[in-house]
């Protein structure tokens, strides 16, 4: 491996755990400063949580949407520029065309905006006593895969939700991902029951890293987040977990070494593709 | 849900932790008294582990391989009847046409050979200072999507390494399969880092039961076995752990309960089959 070629094989990681409050202004406030604070320890490519601007509910999607671009994803390309990051902008409540959408923008280093992801598979849950959910009173799904370039790897991004479904990740990885990137906020039901294990799943059945950003726990919101952000490497590992509180955790992903994971279990040149196969049926 | 649909809705299963000695004749007495053990506690469907009647390792399987029907075979098909149970007879080494196979025959109550399964995904790990391991030495994989009714649910045969592709349990859970059973070695590497990480992935991802059964473990055996077979309920809580001796742990699998998390948390009608599907190529 030439000198350049083992610099790009190794960069920071940096999962934001936002505590997010009802005033958008704030949320947007703290947003900026642990984007700065990431990029100064070396964060090269930063996640954001899900709904990182908006309580998360159906009742305040309405009332926090945006256009894009508008107000939260002007001040994203702004600190993805400043620091010089690549910066996945957890999702926003999106406006477009009188329809709601519940959406990942990422923005490269330079501030342009390199995608939206709109969340794919909407929450539908409904765990008797527990918890009841369903993004669709409010939300329209999107329907697009997310994959996008770095000078390290190609990341692809879902948002929540979308982790539980193996197909997506599958045909990341079938793309090149070797990083894929969930903003999300599981519940004090799925999260201690499934945020791990989902994260673990994906990156061993795929040798993939996956990082999966979270909102602080907020015990007096109408929706209580697990928190436990979390990066996971390709031999199933959680190299670094936030626990409940607003922080910033770090993970040093390092490309040979998923390589070197690949070589000693080589489950995706074995695949037997005479047998079965994991495919896109089309593309938004 | 009438009475008799209600009693189908419910049924024991046993999963055989087998010592396994260089001794065919020892072994296979040993099998055959512990799935009349498993009878005996009200087991219906009964799992035996991989390559219950030879030592695991590729210098080993031609010595011990057999046709089918063979020595092994016979005696399986015999307890299966005399027992009354659906038997997952692990998996023996097996010689066909100049070939050999690890291969898993499935037996009725009544001792008829529902299926044979072929592991399809040859063991080929290379870990330096740990293991390597290359079935493909002196093994063919088979090519056939293995799944056999019973009057309780479909259930879906993998062999070990088998376990590693999510996409055969996705096709099998496609077919309708509830229980996906494993017959598995892994070793004291991959055993605490994926063993029972992988059953939990395929029991969330496709909200199904997962049967993992593994030979005992045997600290002067060449290859030794991590224990721990398992069975998985589908919301991924390990409800049935052996250590590793010999013994046979028992689950009561509840389809009532695989109904209501399915209903609970719906991905299995969400899936977005208009963005991507995982297919059968063929079927050998």
Chains 1, 2 share one sequence.
């Not at 996945?88 to 992801?117: A, M, Q, R, W």
Request: hydrophobic share 40%.
């Amino acid at each position: 491996m030439d000198t350049l070629a083992k610099a790009m094989s190794k960069f920071r990681l940096a999962v934001v755990q936002l505590h997010v409050s009802k005033v958008k202004a704030d949320n947007l406030s703290r947003a900026q400063k642990l984007v700065k604070e990431a990029a100064g320890q070396g964060a090269k490519v930063v996640v954001l949580p899900e709904c990182f601007n908006s309580p998360y509910g159906t009742s305040f999607f309405p009332e926090y949407a945006e256009r894009i671009p508008g107000e939260s994803t002007q001040l994203l390309s702004e600190a993805a520029k400043e620091n010089a990051v690549y910066l996945v902008g957890g999702s926003i409540p999106e406006e477009d065309g009188g329809k709601l959408y519940n959406t990942c923008p990422v923005f490269g280093p330079d501030g342009t905006l390199l995608l939206k992801h709109r969340k794919i598979h909407l929450v539908d849950i409904d765990i008797p006593g527990k918890i009841r959910f369903q993004e669709a009173e409010t939300l329209s799904p999107g329907s697009s895969f997310s994959v996008f370039d770095t000078p390290f790897c190609k990341v692809g991004v879902g948002i929540c939700y979308d982790m539980r479904f193996a197909e997506l990740a599958q045909i990341y990885t079938k793309r090149g991902c070797q990083l894929l990137v969930y903003p999300g906020a599981f519940n004090m039901t799925t999260g201690p029951a499934h945020w791990e294990l989902l994260q673990k799943g994906r990156a061993v059945d795929n040798q993939v890293y996956v990082a999966a950003a979270s909102t602080a726990r907020d015990e007096t919101a109408s929706y209580v987040a697990w928190g436990h952000s979390s990066v996971v490497s390709p031999w199933g590992e959680v190299i670094s977990q936030a626990g409940t509180e607003e922080t910033v955790v770090y993970a040093d992903i390092d490309l040979q070494y998923l390589s070197d994971v690949r070589q000693q279990i080589p489950i995706s040149s074995q695949r037997r593709s005479d047998l079965y196969s994991v495919t896109a049926v089309q593309e938004g």
